[in-house]
């Protein structure tokens, strides 16, 4: 049936389908768009500035650390080790260790399992292989998130635990008591907490219910996928996930809002008994990096600055992997979303940063 055009009512209806009411997201758009052609008219060469420092920002890591340095091939050998050390019954052996220390706390043992994989390996091999062990060991979502946050809570780079234990013997402390407290003491104490305080959706699980976790491939082709698993995790995951957050510091470093950030960084670095330029050195770039710098002057500077450093790098950081690769990497092996794994690894690294403090300030009266 036709509407007459004479019908006053009829049009009114058809104005009011045409019209649609502007969207928050078409106002922010139509503000960005007028702030571009601004810049166009009255500093035309603004944009291509600010194009220029991303890339400044994004490629000396994306290339010169992942794809051609030595972090994207320890990536790779990360893998590669992890997968053997679940071929050979690493995982199971684990499980049959920390069932009877988890039973205290009726908490899933499995979730020691990436912190574990953290220390030995890699932190982006931790989460791609354990965050399916959790799954399969019928893991809650609070469970994972515990684990995330207890896994970096440890170092991601056995040459970062090796590196600091060169600067604590430099600077006269002892390092069994430290290494005691900083590393293997938060695998316990970081379950217990989270599991009363924050995360409390956790069940203990015994050894009987779990399903066995080594792998029955053979060798070779356990290997060799491994080795695949460990350029897909690398080129698809991590790189995509580094090259956003180091977009994001570029762009802050072109308007001028970076510098004060990492000045003000190293304001509290100091007021938590951390070393300032190689705790930075650790939250932004590398706590490997921070370690071989901190050795050659632990010597030098007052100790509990040293077991501040080493405690802060012995952690999941840098930022970019707490913002951009532990999210990714978890949302892609486990049940949690980006959110809530960046969440949990959030809140394990202000419980690392606290743990540094302590540590430092208490501790390092008697261990010196």
Not at 20 to 43: D, H, T, Y
Not at 215 to 234: C, K, N, S, Y
Not at 322 to 328: A, C, D, K, S, T
Request: hydrophobic fraction near 55%; charged fraction near 15%; include cysteine.
């Amino acid at each position: 049936m036709k509407t007459s055009l004479s019908d006053p009512q009829a049009g009114e209806k058809t104005l009011s389908i045409a019209k649609r009411a502007w969207r928050r997201i078409e106002i922010v758009g139509l503000v960005l768009l007028g702030i571009c052609l601004l810049f166009l008219l009255f500093s035309p060469t603004s944009l291509a500035g600010l194009f220029n420092a991303i890339i400044d920002s994004v490629r000396p890591v994306v290339v010169d650390v992942f794809l051609t340095g030595v972090v994207g091939t320890a990536i790779i050998v990360s893998v590669i080790i992890g997968r053997l050390l679940e071929r050979l019954g690493f995982t199971d052996a684990l499980m049959r260790i920390f069932v009877p220390a988890m039973k205290l706390f009726k908490v899933n043992p499995a979730v020691i399992i990436p912190s574990i994989y953290n220390i030995f390996g890699d932190i982006n091999a931790a989460g791609k292989i354990s965050g399916p062990i959790l799954k399969r060991a019928g893991a809650t979502k609070d469970e994972q998130k515990l684990a995330v946050a207890t896994m970096v809570q440890s170092q991601q780079s056995f040459s970062t635990f090796m590196l600091g234990l060169m600067a604590l013997a430099f600077a006269g402390v002892n390092v069994f008591i430290v290494v005691l407290l900083a590393v293997f003491l938060p695998l316990l104490i970081g379950p217990f907490l989270l599991s009363k305080l924050v995360y409390r959706d956790v069940r203990h699980v015994d050894i009987g219910q779990l399903p066995a976790f080594t792998p029955d491939r053979e060798f070779i082709p356990t290997l060799f996928r491994a080795a695949r698993e460990g350029v897909e995790l690398l080129l698809l995951i991590l790189i995509p996930a580094v090259a956003l957050v180091f977009a994001v510091i570029g762009v802050l470093d072109y308007i001028g809002v970076w510098a004060p950030v990492e000045s003000g960084l190293g304001w509290v670095m100091l007021h938590l008994n951390i070393h300032p330029e190689t705790g930075v050195l650790s939250v932004l770039v590398s706590p490997t990096l921070a370690m071989g710098q901190l050795q050659s002057i632990a010597s030098e500077i007052d100790p509990s600055l040293v077991v501040g450093s080493f405690v802060l790098a012995s952690s999941g950081l840098p930022l970019s992997a707490i913002f951009g690769q532990v999210p990714v990497v978890w949302s892609e092996s486990s049940d949690l979303t980006e959110r809530e794994a960046m969440g949990a690894a959030v809140l394990g690294i202000l419980m690392r940063v606290i743990t540094a403090f302590l540590i430092a300030f208490f501790v390092t009266p008697f261990v010196v």
